[in-house]
C-alpha cells in the first residue's frame, strides 16, 4: 500500500527536534517535500513567499522559541489572505504541559491538531488518515 | 534605636495634647490633632506613623468611629482608644470587631501609655515582619509558578529530543546520520546540564547569605580565563581584561564569579558568526567605594524593544545559541542583594555593553 502524502514544513527552534522530525518523516514515507526552519519568522515568510498550489501542506509547529513563538506564528499565519493560506493543515508539537497554552492553540482554527514531542512515525501515519 | 517611634494623638482638648506631649516627647515622636480631619492630614504625610492614640468623646465623631473610617486607608498604624468608663460598651464592640488593638482609660497614667505603647509596638512590628514575609512568599510563588511552565519546556524539551533521537536511530543506516544526530543529542544534554546549574545558581543567589571578603580580582579573572578557555577558542573569540585598581575592594565573591561568568558567557554566545573579528572586552574599575563592570562585545546586539526584557526570569530575545532564560535574571537579583545594578546599552547588529555598579562594602 502506498502512503497518502503530503508537504512538511518544520518549525522548531531546536536542531535536534528538526533532525529528528526529518528523519521520521522520510522513514514513515509521507512526505514529498520537507522543509526545516529554526526560526518562526523565516517560515511565516516561506509562506507567504511561496506559490500556492493548494496541495496539502502540513506545518509541524514547535510552541515554545524565542523571539517569535509558536502562538505569535498562529496569529500572524492566520492574518494572510484566504488563497495564501489554502492547502495549509498546522499540527502544533510540544513537550510544554502547560494547559493555557494548549487551549490557546487549540483555539486557533487552522490548527487540527495536538501532538506531544517525541514525535513518532506511528503519530505521524495516524496523522495523514485523519487529514481529507 | 536609630529613629523614634511616631505616634499620633488626637483629642479635642488641648491641654490633653499638651500633656501627652510633654510627657512622652523624649522617648518618642509625638505628633497631635484636635480634630479628626486633622488627624488624615498628619496621617497622609507621615506613612511611617506606626501607633495612633484617639479619644473618643470628640465633637465631629466619636474615636470607635474615626477608627473604623480610617482603618482601610491606614491599615498599618495600631489603633488605641483613650476613653471613660461610661463609653465601656462602645468599646468592647470596637474591640470585638476589630477596630482597635486595645485601650486605655481616662484619664490615663503615664505608666498605662507607655505599656499600651510598648505592646502596640511589638504588634506593629509582627505584623510588619510577616508583611515583608509574606511580599517575599508571593514573590517564590510567582517565580514558582515561572519555574512549572519552564520545566516541561527546558527539562522535558532536551529530553524529549533525545528520546526522539533513541527512537530514530533505530531506522537510521548511515552512519554520518548517526553521527550528526549524536552531536545534536550531546547539544542537549549540555543544554539541561546548563539550565541546572542555572538552577543552583537560581537558588545560590535566592536563598544564600551574603558573604563579604576582599576580592582577589585578579585571581577571579584568571579563573574566568581558564573557565572560558576552551569555548574562547573554539568561538574564536578574543576577550582582553583591564583591571584598575586604586583601593581594596570588598564584596561577595560568589556574586561576583556568577556576574562576570555570566555577562562573559552572553558575550561568547550571542556573536556574528561570520565577524573575523570576535572581541569581548572586559573592564574593571575600583574606586571611590565601588566596583564598575563593563563588558563589551561586538556581537549580534540586542534590539531595542527587548532591552527592558532581558532580566526577566525566562525571557530570551534571540533564537542564536541555546539559553535557559536564566542567566541575566541571576545577575540581576544576585547584583541587587549588594545594592548594586546593571545596566545595558546596545546597537543592533553592532554588540552590547553591560555595565555593573557594585558597592565596596
Redesign the interface.
Known amino acids: 500500500m502506498s502512503n497518502k502524502k503530503a508537504n512538511f514544513i518544520i518549525v522548531d527552534d531546536s536542531e535536534l527536534d528538526c533532525f529528528i522530525a526529518d528523519k521520521i518523516l522520510k522513514y514513515a514515507d509521507i512526505a514529498t517535500s520537507i522543509s526545516s526552519f529554526l526560526h518562526a519568522s523565516n517560515a511565516l515568510d516561506y509562506i507567504k513567499q511561496s506559490a500556492n498550489t493548494a496541495e496539502t501542506t502540513i506545518v509541524l509547529l514547535d510552541i515554545v522559541m524565542p523571539v517569535m513563538n509558536g502562538i505569535n506564528f498562529l496569529e500572524e499565519f492566520e492574518k494572510l489572505p484566504e488563497e495564501v493560506r489554502r492547502g495549509y493543515h498546522i499540527v502544533a508539537f510540544t513537550s510544554s504541559m502547560n494547559k493555557k497554552d494548549m487551549n490557546r492553540i487549540k483555539s486557533f482554527k487552522s490548527v487540527i491538531k495536538l501532538l506531544d514531542k517525541p514525535l513518532t512515525s506511528e503519530a505521524l501515519i495516524e496523522l495523514m488518515g485523519e487529514i481529507k | 534605636m536609630s529613629e523614634k517611634i511616631k505616634i499620633l494623638y488626637i483629642d479635642d482638648e488641648l491641654n490633653n495634647l499638651v500633656g501627652f506631649k510633654a510627657s512622652f516627647r523624649l522617648n518618642y515622636q509625638i505628633l497631635v490633632a484636635v480634630n479628626t480631619s486633622e488627624a488624615v492630614e498628619i496621617l497622609t504625610k507621615n506613612p511611617d506613623i506606626r501607633i495612633i492614640f484617639s479619644d473618643q468623646r470628640m465633637p465631629d465623631k466619636t474615636g470607635v468611629e474615626f477608627f473604623e473610617e480610617i482603618r482601610s486607608w491606614f491599615p498599618h498604624p495600631i489603633r488605641i482608644l483613650i476613653t471613660g468608663y461610661s463609653d465601656i460598651e462602645d468599646v468592647i464592640q470596637a474591640i470585638n470587631r476589630g477596630h482597635i488593638f486595645r485601650y486605655v482609660k481616662k484619664p490615663w497614667s503615664d505608666s498605662d501609655i507607655l505599656s499600651a505603647i510598648e505592646e502596640a509596638h511589638k504588634f506593629y512590628l509582627a505584623n510588619s515582619m510577616l508583611a515583608i514575609k509574606n511580599e517575599a512568599l508571593q514573590k517564590a510563588y510567582d517565580e514558582l509558578d515561572k519555574f512549572a511552565?519552564s520545566v516541561?519546556?527546558d527539562i522535558?524539551?532536551?529530553?524529549?529530543?533525545?528520546?526522539?533521537?533513541i527512537?530514530?536511530a533505530k531506522?537510521?543506516n548511515d552512519i554520518s546520520?548517526i553521527k550528526?544526530?549524536l552531536g545534536?543529542?550531546e547539544?542537549?544534554v549540555k543544554k539541561l546540564d546548563a539550565f541546572i546549574l542555572s538552577m543552583h545558581d537560581y537558588y545560590t543567589v535566592q536563598r544564600g547569605e551574603v558573604r563579604i571578603k576582599e576580592i582577589n580580582l585578579s585571581e577571579l579573572i584568571n579563573d574566568l580565563k581558564e573557565l572560558h578557555h576552551a569555548n574562547l577558542i573554539e568561538s574564536n573569540v578574543k576577550l582582553n581584561v583591564n583591571i584598575s585598581q586604586i583601593e581594596p575592594f570588598w564584596s561577595d565573591e560568589i556574586v561576583m564569579r556568577l556576574v562576570l561568568n555570566n555577562l562573559v558567557t552572553n558575550a561568547i554566545k550571542y556573536q556574528k558568526h561570520d565577524n573575523e573579528d570576535k572581541r569581548i572586552e572586559l573592564n574593571i574599575e575600583v574606586g571611590r567605594g565601588h566596583a564598575t563592570i563593563y563588558v563589551r562585545d561586538n556581537g549580534i546586539g540586542i534590539p531595542e524593544n527587548y532591552l527592558n526584557e532581558i532580566f526577566d526570569l525566562f525571557f530570551?530575545?534571540?533564537?542564536q545559541d541555546v539559553?535557559s532564560g536564566f542567566g541575566l535574571y541571576n545577575v540581576k537579583d544576585a547584583l541587587l542583594k549588594l545594592n548594586g545594578g546593571i545596566k545595558v546599552s546596545s546597537v543592533l547588529g553592532e554588540g552590547a555593553v553591560f555595565e555593573v555598579t557594585i558597592p565596596n562594602k
Do not use: C, Q
Open positions: 511552565y516541561s519546556h522535558r524539551g532536551p529530553l524529549s529530543g533525545i528520546m526522539g533521537g527512537n530514530v531506522h537510521l546520520d550528526e544526530m545534536l543529542m547539544n542537549s530570551r530575545a534571540s533564537t539559553g
